[in-house]
Nanobody, 121 residues
Framework: QVQLVEFGGGLVQAGGSLKLSCAAS????????MAWFRQAPGKEREFVSG???????WYADSVKGRFTIARDNGKNTVYLEMNGLKPDDTAVYYC???????????????WGQGTQVFVSS
């Protein structure tokens, strides 16, 4: 069992920035890929960004150039820095852990509880 806890959501104006954090309880954190997904009301959960065990990032086209993912294996934490936020970025953001880097939410082994991001226009 792995527990994931997200921090950092909130309300921000369009063009603003937020930084999300996700702390994992697993001691072998560094052997797992991490990813961020988001889900807006009435929509399916979608991939936002992921990072491999070696630190290679992967971004959805919709956030490329605006979001940056990073991991700190010493702190069992993955971060998502979000700049240039748009109202379309409004969603609940979830972090997930998996054995390999994936953009398919069905392949995520454990999820955090989610953190709300609201971007006003």
């Amino acid at each position: 069992q792995v527990q994931l806890v997200e921090f950092g959501g909130g309300l921000v104006q369009a063009g603003g920035s937020l930084k999300l954090s996700c702390a994992a309880s697993r001691r072998t954190f560094n052997t797992y890929a991490m990813a961020w997904f988001r889900q807006a009301p009435g929509k399916e959960r979608e991939f936002v960004s992921g990072i491999s065990t070696g630190g290679s990032p992967w971004y959805a086209d919709s956030v490329k150039g605006r979001f940056t993912i990073a991991r700190d294996n010493g702190k069992n934490t993955v971060y998502l820095e979000m700049n240039g936020l748009k109202p379309d970025d409004t969603a609940v953001y979830y972090c997930g852990i998996s054995l390999w880097l994936t953009s398919n939410p069905k392949e995520i082994d454990y999820w955090g509880q989610g953190t709300q991001v609201f971007v006003s226009s």
